[in-house]
């Protein structure tokens, strides 16, 4: 495997405040509210992002939106290229998602995989009125017909180089960074 320098700097901490507080604002507009609202953070930075939606939309709205977690592991077409004993880890929802609006969260859009997955496994678990996607980053090279309907900033990217998020629930550093092979 190659190794990777980082390139570019796309977004500070002040940075992807400003982009959750926005996405969390389209929220409450698209859905005129919060009612029957679930957040889904697909693991891993998924969960901390979902988290702090619900939390700025808190703080718009003062209401609770409730986060869930979703790990899609065994719901992936890479699954053998993976590893020969992957690690599930707990899939937990606030509440049943029938008949509620999701709002499915991650931090990169690519080829759109990782959502079809996650789709796959949200429908096994129950029959939501309606799925919405709230991504940091969209960076193109789509290999599926997926788009996010909240995107906190869209970035073309090469397919060769890697776009790195960085939060402090995970990393302790916050960041996304464009990350090119050297």
Known sequence: ???FIDKTVLMDEKGIHR??????HEIIEKNKGVQDIVLI??????????????AEIKNIEDVSVPVGVLDITLYRDDLSTLAYQPVIRETKFPC??????????DDVLYTGRTIRAALNALTDLGRPHVIQLAVLIDRGHREL???ADYVGKNVPTAAREIINVQLNAIDKKEQVVIKEPV
């Open 19 to 24: 982009a959750l507080t926005r996405i969390a």
């Open 96 to 105: 049943d998602i029938t008949g509620k609006t999701l709002v499915l969260v």
């Open 1 to 3: 495997m190659a190794d």
């Open 41 to 54: 953070g697909i693991r891993t930075r998924g969960v901390p992002l979902a988290e702090r939606l619900s």
């Open 145 to 147: 017909p997926i788009r």
